[in-house]
């Protein structure tokens, strides 16, 4: 639980940063959002490596299957606390600001005549209905569809992360 507390802390500042560098137009914000990313991509396989040494020092050891309920279980309360940090910024921060100012990237003349000359005008149309329809989603509507993308990238991470946590070290 202290685990993924700290991993859904992470994706949530990378979360926060990444709206709010988009929403402001500020590259600090991005680059601030970059650096997260790789933390919050190294930060489960730290936990599970210390965790994995914390063990050695009592001569104990997780098996594959005990590291994949420890990281599974990380990764859902770092998906639970994600999710309450994204919700709270659709309910009460973003009043649509996020959505209006993808909409105006997407719609400046330079943006269209590029699309247009990479043949990609029909993408473009199909991109600003779909940017419509996330438009019209609820807060808990669009929180539902961030957890689910953190809940499957987390099912995968899980394999890796076990692995890290049971791995086979020498007893000193």
């Known amino acids: 639980m202290e685990y993924g507390t700290f ?5 949530g ?10 929403s402001y137009n500020n590259g600090l914000l991005m680059l601030l959002c970059f650096m997260l990313c790789g933390i ?4 489960p396989f730290v936990l599970a ?9 009592v001569k104990e050891q997780l098996s594959y299957f005990q590291g994949l309920f420890f990281a599974f279980s990380m990764f859902m309360y770092a998906c639970l606390f994600n999710g309450l940090i994204v919700f709270a910024y ?3 921060l973003d009043n649509g600001l996020l959505m209006e100012q993808l909409n105006a990237m997407l719609t400046q003349p330079e ?3 590029m699309y247009e000359q990479m043949g990609m005008g029909e993408q473009h149309a199909q991109m600003m209905d779909i940017l419509a329809e ?3 989603l609820s807060s808990w509507e669009k929180t539902l569809l961030i957890f689910n993308n953190n809940f499957f990238i987390s099912l995968f991470l899980t394999i890796m992360v076990a692995w890290v946590a049971s791995w086979k ?4």
């Open 134 to 136: 996330a438009d019209g």
């Open 7 to 11: 991993v859904g802390l992470t994706w």
């Open 13 to 22: 500042g990378v979360f926060l940063t990444y709206v709010e560098g988009i």
């Open 49 to 57: 490596f210390r965790l994995n040494q914390k063990m050695a020092l």
């Open 40 to 43: 919050a991509i190294v930060l």
């Open 90 to 92: 659709f309910q009460f």
């Open 169 to 172: 070290r020498k007893m000193k």
């Open 111 to 113: 943006m269209l005549k």
